[in-house]
Every structure is written in C-alpha cells, then in structure tokens.
C-alpha cells in the first residue's frame, strides 16, 4: 500500500485528499504544516510527498532543502494555488516530480500521483 | 584535457557564437546547432554530457528538443535557455526532466556552474545506467540457466531431484 504523506495547513484539502487516496488503497499521513511534516520525515518512510507552497511556518520549498528530498528523499509533487516562476524553476531545482497549479482536478492528481510511483518502482 | 561535450542549441548565431567560444575556452569540447532539427541528427553520433537547448526556436521548439534527445540518449543532462520564461514554460521544462532552466540575460559564470553540475549529474546517470545493464544481464544470465535442466535439478526445479552420483551416471 503506497504510503503519501500529504502537507498542507488548508483543512479542507487534507480531508479532501485523506479521503479520496485512502477509498483507493492509500496510507495517508496528514502534516498541517511544513515543520510537522519535517518531523514525520525524521521517523517515518514514505513513497511519496505531497505538498502545499505556501504554508505559515515555512514555504514549502524551504521544507524540502530542509530536507534534502533532493538528494535522498521520496519523489515530491507540489501543488500551489500561487504558482510563480521563481517557485517553479526552484521546485526544477530541487528535482521536484510535478507542480501542480489548484484548484486542479483530483483525478488528473491521482494520475500524477500513479505516474510517479511507477516510475520509482524497483526495475523488475 | 577535459573530454566533456558540450551541445549549444540555439536560433541566434550570437548566443552559439558566445558559447562556443566561452566553453572552448574552458577546454570543453563544443558543438553548436542552430535548430532542433539539426540537434537530433547530431545528437544520435555523439555522446554529450551536456545541450544547452534555447526553449523558443523555430520548428522544433527547446522542450520537443528535449524530449526527442531523451529519447536518442537517456543520459545528456539538458538546461534550457530562454527570453521569455513562463510560468507555463518553466513547469513544463520540470516535467519533462531538464536539469536547469536559465533566463536570458545570463552570467556566464552563472552557466558555468550549471554546467558543471550538469556534468556531475551526467556521471552519476551514466554510473546508473551501466548499474541497470549489469543487473539486466545478470537477470539474464540467471533465466538462462533456470532453462537449463541441470539448474533446475539444482535449485529444486519441477523435475525430480537426483543424487550427485546419479547425475554423473546420466551424464557417462
């Protein structure tokens, strides 16, 4: 069961998407900010991380330097309702998965979200 | 002398001009092209750590570039280059997998080290690559001798096992 830990400080959003992903066979952690995310990537493995930009403790480009998903993390889509260049060549930087722009539809983020475990999955 | 290899793609004699003679300088090889087109012909005979694509080009424009290179060569780490970035333009260079994604004006030495990083991440791919080839032929190797009877015996296959003796009896 692929495990995604979805950040985002909207409410609405985390339970939007705890419920769509764990109806279709997803573990769903929930991090309602940027910090507490940082602490669950301490302690816990996941497949894959899904993320808010704009959070208040911490952008949630700064989350993933902290990170390091770049170097040796889980694969990263991030979604943002305030999408800019800066933010999207830093997200390419930081060889992020996806960038997706909200309000999005959820089954074109379910399609991403399938497209970039595949292609994480061990070669067979 | 280094031996990295350098593809400038790029509509504006210029912007080919500029870098050719910048990364020369730095002892890279470099070839330049003035359109996509002429890049994939170039591409397919060559091994290029690196292309410098221009996004706007006329016909094959920087990102279809890209993706077509991909195709020929898995390992050229692309940048890409462009005067009129987009929000649009710089997600779509994310999904497509370009390594950086550069604003004209640019400082050369700005380019350089993308570059250099470029020719790390080039490395580290290229050590992947041959890492998957070895662990394809190994798996290869294996099946090859799953068909084998004599493997199968070993290995408890669907054919009943026998001792050693046995099986140097069949063999005599």
């Given at each position: 069961m692929p495990r995604i830990l979805v950040v985002d400080d909207e409410l609405l959003i985390r339970d939007l998407l705890y419920d769509f992903f764990t109806s279709r066979n997803y573990d769903i952690i929930l991090a309602e900010s940027a910090s507490k995310a940082l602490e669950i990537m301490g302690v816990e493995e996941v497949d894959l991380v899904l993320t808010d930009l704009k959070m208040p403790d911490m952008d949630g480009l700064e989350m993933l330097r902290r990170a390091n998903t770049r170097e040796n993390g889980p694969p990263v889509i991030i979604m943002t309702g305030f999408p800019s260049l800066e933010s999207a060549i830093e997200a390419l930087r930081l060889r992020v998965a996806d960038y997706i722009v909200k309000p999005f539809n959820i089954n074109r983020l379910f399609e991403c979200i399938e497209a970039v475990l595949e292609e994480k999955a061990p070669v067979s | 002398m280094s031996t990295e290899k350098v593809l400038v793609v790029d509509d504006e004699l210029f912007v080919r001009e500029l870098l050719e003679e910048y990364f020369s300088k730095l002892k890279f090889t470099v070839d330049v092209a003035e359109s996509g087109e002429a890049a994939l012909e170039m591409v397919g005979g060559n091994h290029y750590n690196v292309a410098l694509i221009?996004?706007?080009?006329?016909?094959?424009?920087g990102l279809e570039t890209l993706k077509q290179i991909r195709d020929l060569d898995s390992n050229v780490v692309v940048v890409l280059m462009t005067g009129y970035p987009t929000v649009e333009s710089s997600i779509d260079a994310l999904r497509a997998g370009a390594f950086d994604y550069i604003v004209k004006p640019f400082r050369l030495n700005e380019l350089k080290d993308i570059v250099t990083a470029a020719i790390k991440e080039y490395d580290f791919r290229r050590e992947i690559t041959l890492l998957k080839e070895k662990v394809r032929m190994l798996e290869e190797s294996i099946r090859g001798d799953s068909d084998n009877p004599d493997f199968k015996e070993e290995n408890g296959g669907s054919q009943p096992r026998r001792s050693r003796l046995a099986r140097k009896k069949a063999a005599t």
């Open positions: - | 221009d996004l706007k080009m006329t016909g094959l424009d």
